[in-house]
């Protein structure tokens, strides 16, 4: 991975974990949940956002090794469940919100480049990198709202999974919370490639909506 193609990466990582974790907290404050704005998260602003590990040692640690791909996340943002009318339910709306933004995130990008292909420009004349960078931006995205929709405790997918669970099998659902983070790593080392290549379809989708081709 050259430097131009790292230094997209991680922007388009910095909008889509921020965004993500706003929308975590800003769902979570319409649904009577102010916890993230008195914590200071309900803001754009990246800075509150940054995880030490997540959002700078594990991206540079990928690109030191070499990895074929980068990824990283932001400080999750604080919900107390206790606020909410429904819990289940808008555990389960909370939890949503941060992929969809991703989702939205990416095809807006997408649709960023269509509009400049389409004023005119060639998407493979000396433009290029910009198509580039929008093609990685929103590629990056679509990753972030995958890997967050696993259903593996904590991560988003639990969330949405466990309001189709019964009381009882959501507590132990919920005990593999300690070992998720190993789950994960053990799930990215054993399918990793599989689960890139589940994407392929909507990154094809996106290059065809950005460059045309």
Known sequence: ??????????????????????????????????????????TLNPIPHIDPFGTILLPLALIVFRSPFLFGYAKPVPVNPFFFKNPRRDMM???LAGPLTNFALAFLVAMIGMVIRLAGVNPFGS?????????????INVVLAFFNLIPVPPLDGSHIVEFFLPPRAQKTYESMAPYGFMVILLFLWLLGDQFFSWMSPIFRLLSVIIVGA
């Open 127 to 139: 433009a290029n990198e910009i198509f580039v960078a929008l093609f990685l931006i929103a590629e």
């Open 1 to 42: 991975m050259d430097w131009q193609t790292t230094v997209y990466f991680l922007i388009g990582l910095a909008i889509g974990v921020v965004f993500h974790e706003y929308m975590h907290g800003r769902v979570a404050d319409m649904l009577g949940d102010h916890t993230a704005r008195n914590a200071g998260r309900l």
């Open 93 to 95: 709306l909370v939890a």
